[in-house]
């Protein structure tokens, strides 16, 4: 389909520039002009979220902007006038599961001929994605980036009233737009957006692509969010970044993200934490400050990706498996009772036997609570895409089943030394089948059902480990 007069489309290639031009911080650029204020007045709106935790947070903005439009939330996309689905590019199979979601999703107009499909997010910013879009799902009117959330209100006045079909994606390094409205999900945890952006542009992966260049909000603006978080009741909050390290550089804030740990620290909020870490730039300063703040949790998210040095370095990963095994180790022995978690992929180009075996003797090494593992997906438009993926689909799932085989071992090994003991919950809420088991997650972020009473989410209680399983424990408060 011929792009049409006010479209906006993705431009990969604009999408990887970077400049040294500081990025821009806006205070006052959303706006919601008078005539759109009350657009979604008797409308409801379903969102659908996908991928990872910057995905989430944006969405809670995209709903804060509904809300103010009036449109009231549903559960279920059957009720809805507007249903948008918030999407992740990292894998392909995420993107077919969109895919095939927006595609039966169709079927709701005929009860409501009306309805509004929007997709958003990650995907958005693929140039063959939003091809894909106007070609064969034409029933998808609203396309948008994560660039320009912030006109939410104007892209869908005019699918709304002018009838148009909106696709606005812009392709830049980005700003940081700090007068967003917010609906809060959760009641007692919270994510806060500390930087957004990535320049690491490791070979495999899109999301420098999708997300435009590092970019910090300033210190003050988070502290502040957080300082409001904890006057609000919250009792946990999660620092998000693509690569939190990076925080402050361009800003040039002296110690960064140790820096901006530690005066988050300082407000007493009862619990931070804080993904994702790259393990490229992963500070002294900020291990010492970890290890200084009870309230800072000992659990790291450390991707590693690999065991292989040849392999990390034609991943783009700027570190080797010694520097690796040697960053986990003085964080393991400079944070009490650290629990780690930890990225794999298998089945990147070219990826032998030998580099394969190298990657489980390192999990061997770390022992790690959990990982998240995968087989190599090529994303378009990045370089490892140009490389020939010459590893069989058999070889990719046979390595997978041997390396979720082996860290499963570890990760039951791990929550079986948890037997007995008393460790601190913070709740989430209650069992839908007996509301006298609860569910919560303790200082390491291990998974606790547990029986108690008069509790609500949000308490931070003590509970006795009854029973250990490899990705979950049972309990009974004490």
Request: charged share 30%; aromatic share 8%.
């Amino acid at each position: 389909m011929k792009q049409q007069p006010g479209w906006a489309l993705p431009d990969l290639r604009a999408a990887q520039k970077r400049t040294k031009t500081e990025s821009v911080i806006e205070r006052s650029l959303f706006q919601i002009p008078s005539e759109i204020k009350q657009l979604g007045q008797g409308k409801k709106y379903y969102l659908r979220t996908y991928g990872c935790q910057a995905n989430e947070r944006d969405s809670e903005t995209i709903a804060g902007i509904l809300e103010e439009l009036m449109f009231i939330p549903v559960n279920v996309p059957e009720e809805a006038d507007l249903v948008i689905l918030n999407t992740c590019a990292v894998r392909k199979n995420a993107e077919d599961k969109v895919l095939g979601e927006m595609g039966s999703l169709k079927r709701l107009q005929r009860d409501n001929p009306d309805v509004i499909f929007g997709l958003c997010g990650c995907m958005a910013q693929e140039e063959e994605v939003v091809n894909l879009l106007l070609e064969k799902y034409r029933h998808v009117k609203l396309i948008f980036g994560t660039h320009n959330i912030h006109r939410l209100p104007e892209l869908l006045y005019d699918v709304m009233l002018g009838g148009k079909r909106s696709v606005e994606v812009l392709s830049k390094e980005g700003e940081v737009i700090e007068n967003l409205p917010v609906k809060r999900f959760g009641k007692h945890k919270a994510w806060v957006n500390i930087m957004y952006g990535c320049d690491k542009f490791c070979t495999y992966c899109i999301v420098p692509y999708t997300r435009g260049k590092e970019r910090s909000r300033t210190m003050e603006d988070v502290l502040e969010e957080i300082r409001e978080l904890k006057n609000e009741g919250y009792k946990e909050v999660t620092l998000l970044g693509q690569n939190v390290n990076s925080y402050g550089k361009d800003l040039h804030i002296e110690k960064g993200f140790a820096a901006l740990l530690e005066e988050t620290a300082k407000i007493g909020i009862d619990r931070i934490r804080f993904t994702t870490s790259h393990p490229w730039d992963f500070s002294d300063e900020m291990i010492d400050v970890i290890a200084k703040y009870d309230n800072i949790m000992p659990f790291i998210h450390l991707p590693v990706q690999s065991g292989d040095s040849d392999m990390l370095k034609i991943m783009g990963r700027r570190y080797t498996r010694e520097e690796y095994l040697t960053l986990f180790h003085k964080i393991k022995d400079k944070v009490k009772n650290c629990a780690f978690s930890t990225d794999i992929i298998v089945g990147f180009p070219n990826e032998t036997e030998e580099q394969f075996q190298q990657t489980l003797s390192l999990v061997d090494e770390c022992k790690f609570d959990n990982a998240y593992t995968f087989i190599y997906s090529p994303r378009e438009g990045t370089p490892a895409a140009k490389m020939d993926d010459n590893v069989s689909l058999e070889v990719k799932q046979r390595r997978l089943a041997e390396l979720n085989e082996r860290w499963n071992v570890y990760a039951n090994e791990k929550n079986m030394a948890y037997q007995g003991q008393i460790v601190k919950v913070l709740v989430d809420g209650v069992s839908k089948k007996n509301k006298e088991v609860y569910s919560g997650y303790t200082e390491t972020n291990k998974l606790v059902n547990f029986s108690a009473t008069d509790v609500k989410p949000g308490d931070i209680v003590n509970v006795r480990i009854t029973a250990c399983k490899t990705f979950s424990l049972d309990g009974e408060m004490c």
